[in-house]
């Protein structure tokens, strides 16, 4: 199944923008990409700081994605969306099963790190296709050419900032290690 639609949780959504090439990020890709409005407000609210002091986190900016077109906030949940929703909660966090719910109603993949949430995914929604961050960015590092220099920069940045290095056998977790 060819992709076309993705809808980030929290954690890849957050990976991305501590990249600080979002916008790059989002346009050289060849997917349409959606956000909850529960991700939004609630969960994807910061980027810490490097040195995690707390008065240096910033705000996650969404509105130059969005009114460009790379990012859309998806409306208030349909009443299937918010049966899915009911169902997935029983197991994951409100955002990921608000995200995982759109995403099965809609076809849509889904973008996401968590292990569970991906197991969960397979167990109950096995169409649903599930996209890492490791995979978003080795994309974007091959279509745009990415410098060794400038990938450093991007995936350091998501190491200290979102704290997060794609697991061992994750999708291009090798590739990602032998750029930082």
Known sequence: MKIKEVVLDACCVINIFATGQSEEIFGVLPYQFFITRFVVEQEALRLRSPDND?????????????TSGLLTILPEPTEVELAEFVRFSTVLDDGEA??????????FAVATDDRKAIRVLNRWAPKVSVVQTSELLY?????????????RVALAAVRDRARFIPRKGAPNAEWWRSHL
């Open 54 to 66: 707390l008065s240096k986190e910033e705000a996650i900016l969404f509105n130059g994605c969005v």
């Open 98 to 107: 608000w995200t995982y719910a759109v995403a099965l109603t809609q076809d």
């Open 139 to 151: 994309d974007w590092a091959q279509a745009t050419r990415a410098p060794d220099a400038q990938l």
